[in-house]
């Protein structure tokens, strides 16, 4: 099983961009299906954006789309979330999490494994 390492959160002004990274350590990272989640203030978690263990196939949250990308390299092991154009609507705990192999789940209770979070705060 894989134990994952968020980082790259910080404070920023609304427009500014982020690139988030989720650092897998252990075996099995490519045949994962990975993804971020987010959770705002007083609120649930929140799908953000997944991708298929090849990389090839990805989704988005209608928040998120257009402005978002989530990629990964499985040479390394990480996962990314490069975030452009940011909102206040866009502060919260964002985590990453894995499921194993190839899903299609937006549900954040499909996904066994989880990191610690990062925190990302957009001032307007």
């Known amino acids: 099983q894989v134990q994952l390492v968020e980082s790259g959160g910080g404070l920023v002004q609304a427009g500014a961009s982020l690139r988030l990274s989720c650092q897998a350590s252990?075996?099995?990272?490519?045949?994962?299906?990975m993804a971020w989640f987010r959770q705002p203030p007083g609120q649930d978690r929140k799908y953000v954006a997944r991708t298929t263990f090849s990389g090839l196939t990805s989704g988005y949250a209608d928040s998120v789309q257009g402005r978002f990308t989530i990629s990964r390299d499985n040479d390394k092991n990480t996962l990314y979330l490069q975030m452009n154009n940011l909102k206040p609507a866009d502060t919260a705990l964002y985590f990453c999490?894995?499921?194993?192999?190839?899903?299609?789940?937006?549900?954040?209770?499909?996904?066994?494994?989880w990191g610690q979070g990062t925190q990302v705060t957009v001032s307007s």
């Open positions: 252990g075996r099995g990272f490519s045949g994962l299906t």
């Open positions: 999490a894995a499921a194993p192999g190839d899903t299609y789940f937006i549900d954040p209770r499909r996904y066994p494994t």
